[in-house]
């Protein structure tokens, strides 16, 4: 009997951004920052992201369609780094520390 190899298809983007999403909700939470909400698409056309305030909350919105992966990934990082206002030293050390986070965890940007 002869088995062909299966090349699987690759996840799809809006699953790729819930597992993304949960990954830096609980970094976000892990380093004491406010963790923001994720939603795709932005509620305005045109933008590849936006980050809605209300008092309890912080919703970052995130376009996936027609964009690289790294791009929807960075718009995600930068929003938890605009989410809880932080300085440049420390937004430039969250941000660097999030993007760590995915890479062992099997969510590599490539």
Avoid: C
């Avoid at 949960?22 to 963790?35: C, N, Q």
């Amino acid at each position: 009997m002869h088995y062909r190899s299966v090349e699987l298809a690759p996840e799809p983007t809006s699953l790729r951004f819930a597992r993304t999403a949960r990954e830096l909700s609980g970094a976000a939470r892990r380093l004491g920052l406010v963790v923001p909400s994720f939603r795709s698409p932005p509620r305005k056309s045109g933008i590849d992201r936006t980050i809605r305030r209300t008092p309890n909350r912080v919703t970052v919105a995130v376009q996936l369609r027609n964009r690289p992966w790294t791009a929807i990934v960075a718009d995600m990082i930068e929003g938890v780094i605009v989410a809880n206002d932080l300085d440049p030293r420390t937004a430039n050390a969250m941000r660097a520390t999030l993007w760590e986070t995915l890479e062992p965890s099997g969510l590599q940007v490539a």
